[in-house]
């Protein structure tokens, strides 16, 4: 979600001037990177022929604690996604914690492509209400400080997280919405 790809927004341009961006992560903290589902992972397979950028990580305890915190009230069918003893794949990143994808010019991916949890972030959804995480880095957050302004300042409205949001969750393989029939399972 980064810098300076012509789709990306000018916010996300000065925030990987400035910091870490979202495309980053602690180096050391790689089990708690978002899960990529098969349909995810081959579809920027497709689009951007790159070796080395995906990895198989275990579905540690940790690691589905936290997916669990993401989905409250869905523990028993995150645990059921990620049994413990399997493996997820995930976006690789080098020594630093940056995403392999990143490149000098932003985010190697067409923003179509990219995996649902870098459109959405750094907006999530809470029941019905779309919400923002309180990442210190995100200059969207610092600068936009409200839902509103921080959707303005990343050129995405409300519609268009709660449809990435639905669309995110059926293709890691829950239901659409909580509660709903379960469509498809597993990474
Ligand atoms: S895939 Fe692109 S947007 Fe997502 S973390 Fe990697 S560089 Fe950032
Ligand atoms: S952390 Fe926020 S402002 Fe920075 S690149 Fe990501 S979405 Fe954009």
């Given at each position: 979600m980064t810098v300076n790809h012509t789709d990306d927004s000018d916010v996300c341009r000065r925030c990987s001037l400035q910091g870490p961006t979202c495309?980053?992560?602690?180096?050391?903290?790689?089990?708690f990177c978002f899960p990529l589902s098969k349909v995810e992972k081959e579809r920027i397979q497709e689009h951007v022929p790159y070796t080395g950028g995906f990895v198989l990580e275990p579905n540690s305890k940790a690691f589905v604690d936290n997916i669990c915190r993401l989905f409250p009230g869905e523990e028993d069918l995150i645990r059921e996604l990620f049994p413990e003893g399997k493996e997820h794949f995930r976006l690789a990143v080098d020594t630093?914690?940056?995403?392999?994808?990143?490149?000098p010019g932003g985010c190697e991916i067409v923003q179509e492509m990219r995996p649902y949890y870098c459109r959405l972030f750094p907006f999530w959804m809470a029941g019905t209400d779309v919400i923002h995480f309180d990442?210190?880095?995100?200059l969207a957050r610092r600068e936009g400080r409200t839902l509103v302004r921080i959707l303005k300042c990343l050129d995405s409205n409300k519609a268009t997280i709660k449809d990435l949001y639905g669309r995110l969750r059926l293709i890691w393989g829950?239901?659409?919405?909580?509660?709903?029939?379960?469509v498809k399972k597993g990474f």
């Open positions: 495309c980053r992560i602690v180096a050391g903290q790689e089990e630093m914690g940056t995403c392999r994808f990143l490149g990442s210190p880095t995100c829950l239901p659409p919405r909580k509660g709903a029939c379960h």
